[in-house]
């Protein structure tokens, strides 16, 4: 597979993982907890550290991987363009903030948080010629 089939695979995978996340936001229900305590999950999900003034990261996270799987799939995008660059740069730098606060602010971890932390961290990787090149 070369890197373009990666990076569509990964922005696919996003996309599932925010649609669930986005679904729990707008529900207000609480997420499953994979592999990790509920009780972690429940702290992410509900802090004020879940959104990004007054939205759910859900659906920024589900409009970034969203706007790279159509950029490269139906608009005619490489990933030597510029925007989509950025648009993979944004996304693994959110993730890691976001996994940072996750870390040492609220000590807890939610399992669809990580999934779409190592999903752009391997998207980041790939781009910069890392893994699969």
Known sequence: MDTLSWILLLSGIGIANTMYLSYHALTGRPVACIGLPAEWCRKVQYSSWSKTFGIPNAYAGLVMYTAIFVL??????????????????????????????????????????????????????????????
């Open 72 to 133: 490269l799939w139906l608009g005619g995008y490489t990933l030597d363009d510029s925007s989509l660059r950025w648009l993979i740069y944004i996304g693994f730098a959110f993730s890691m903030y976001f996994t940072f606060v996750q870390a040492f602010i609220l000590k807890a971890f939610c399992t669809w948080c990580v999934v779409s932390a190592v999903d752009f961290t391997l998207m980041f990787l790939i781009l910069k010629g890392y893994l699969f090149s």
